[in-house]
Structure formats: structure tokens, C-alpha cells
């Protein structure tokens, strides 16, 4: 008897923890839904009837972003960005992690408290003195100025998170390596990023979605409108059409669609990252 009470138990659970993952699912799902299916339509259709189909589908809104706003230079400078200062931030943190977390470095842990602390201050209250520092390096409007700020504030984090990825790979492979004769880069080459490839993976995606939404920095940095990033020009074109849900929608999934793309692809290793994070 109570054999068959135990399976029937489990699967109503199972199908309670199925429905609940079914609702949140719906729950995201539905707001880009909304703003595809918004931005395709015109601001007039939209107010005779917000929540249903677009009388006529269109990419006016679109068109109007990339003309009027310059979006699409926008994008391509945003995107420009983000790749070359996650990269840099890669770069870097996975040389300060390998040696803080395989080599016998002097002052390990004050180093890794150190980034911990650094992590504890508040963006906004670095803002006036970056600004001063830049302007007296004559980077104020440049792109370079502002990719020195992502990987300065990005770094500590950075180097924190793969510190604790690559702590869980195997010690004894690295002696390995060493025996077969393979330096300090060919040893990170060949073994600890093919190994630590979850973590480097959940740490893209992480250090890319923030440089990617910053508006603060981007916004203050480069003061230009024709240089800017695309989160200050969608964020100026919603105070000029408050009004202009469609046009606003747009802008909405053109900054959305990058890290659903980015999410989508990398969300096996994301999840692995995570486990071995927490797992440590």
C-alpha cells in the first residue's frame, strides 16, 4: 500500500513544481510578447485597443528609431563596447584568478578581500571623481574612457567570481601539465579555461549585461548624441513620446534582443557556472 501512495505522491508534486514553473515562465514570456507585438504597430492602433493584435502589422517604428534617433548607430557603438570591454575584463580577471587560485601567491586572501570590499561601494559615488580623472586624460568622449570604466568597475567582481570557478579544478591535473613541460600562459591555455569554461561563460553573460544597460556612465561620458550608446538614446526618446507606447516598444526589444540571444545560447554553461558557485 504504501509503495503505491509514494509514487503518486511524488508525481503530484511534480506536477505542482511543473505548474508553478509554467506561470513564471508565462509571466516572462508575456511581457516580450507584449512589447514585440506593440512595436509593430501603429500609435493610434495601439490606443483604440492596447491589448489586442495590430490591425496592420509595421516596422515604422523601427524605421523611425534608426532615422530620426540613430539606433542603429547606436547599437553598433553599444555593441562595439560591450565586446571589447568584457573581453578586456576576461582577459584580465582570468590571469589574476589563475594565479590567486592555483599559485602560491603572497597575500591571497588580503587581495580577494580587497575585491570584496571594492564590490561594497556604490557606483554613484564614483561618478564625479571618474569624471574628473578622465577629463584631466582627455578621455571625456571618447569610447576608450568609458571601456576603462566598465573594466575597472568590472574587474573586481570578476576576478572574485573565476577565483572561485577555477578553486574547483583539480589540482593534480595542473602538476600534470607542469610535468609535461607547460608554462604559466600554456597551463590557462590548455587546461584551467577549457576546464573553467562554465564559469567564463556565466561571467560573460553577467559582465555583458551590465555594460550593456549602464546608462549612468554612458550617459555622462560621452555627451555627444551622435557618439552615444543605445541605452542613453532610447532613454531620451522616452521623455520626448511619453505618449508613443509602439515607439517606446521598439526601442524596449532592440535592447532586449541581444541578451535573449546571448542567454538563449549560453544558458547550459550559465547553469553550470551557478552550481559550481554555489557548490563552493
Known amino acids: 500500500m504504501s509503495r503505491s501512495v509514494a509514487p503518486t505522491g511524488r508525481r503530484r508534486s511534480q506536477w505542482v513544481v511543473f505548474a508553478m514553473l509554467c506561470g513564471v515562465a508565462a509571466s516572462i514570456i508575456y511581457p516580450l510578447y507584449f512589447v514585440l507585438v506593440t512595436s509593430l504597430r501603429s500609435n493610434e492602433d495601439y490606443l ?17 528609431l534608426a532615422d530620426a ?11 562595439i563596447v560591450s565586446v571589447v570591454s568584457v573581453s578586456l575584463v576576461l582577459l584580465l580577471a582570468a590571469l589574476a ?16 578581500a580587497t575585491f570584496v570590499s571594492v564590490m561594497l561601494i556604490p557606483g554613484p559615488v564614483l561618478i564625479i571623481p571618474i569624471y574628473l580623472m578622465l577629463s584631466r586624460l582627455e578621455l571625456v568622449g571618447s569610447y576608450w574612457g568609458l571601456v576603462l570604466v566598465y573594466l575597472a568597475t568590472g574587474l573586481p567582481f570578476a576576478t572574485f567570481f573565476l577565483t572561485i570557478s577555477f578553486r574547483g579544478i583539480p589540482n593534480e591535473v595542473i602538476e600534470a ?21 562554465a564559469g ?27 557618439n552615444r550608446l543605445l541605452t542613453p538614446t532610447l532613454a531620451s526618446i522616452g521623455e520626448r ?26 544558458s547550459k554553461y550559465i547553469m553550470q557556472g551557478l552550481q559550481v558557485g554555489v557548490s563552493r
Request: glycine fraction near 8%.
Open 241 to 266: 513620446f511619453v505618449t508613443d507606447q509602439p515607439l517606446v516598444s521598439a526601442g524596449l526589444f532592440i535592447t532586449a534582443v541581444v541578451p535573449l540571444l546571448l542567454l538563449s545560447v549560453a
Open 177 to 197: 601539465a607542469r610535468i609535461d613541460g607547460a608554462g604559466f600562459y600554456r597551463t590557462l591555455w590548455s587546461v584551467i579555461l577549457p576546464m573553467g569554461v
Open 97 to 112: 584568478a589563475y594565479a590567486l587560485a592555483k599559485l602560491p601567491v603572497p597575500g591571497a586572501r588580503a587581495v580577494t
Open 200 to 226: 567564463l561563460a556565466t561571467l560573460a553573460v553577467l559582465q555583458f549585461l551590465g555594460v550593456w544597460n549602464e546608462l549612468i556612465f554612458a550617459f555622462i561620458l560621452i555627451p555627444d548624441q551622435a
Open 69 to 79: 534617433y540613430g539606433a542603429g548607430r547606436a547599437f553598433l557603438n553599444s555593441l
Open 48 to 64: 483604440q485597443d492596447p491589448f489586442g493584435l495590430p490591425g496592420q502589422w509595421s516596422l515604422a517604428n523601427y524605421v523611425t
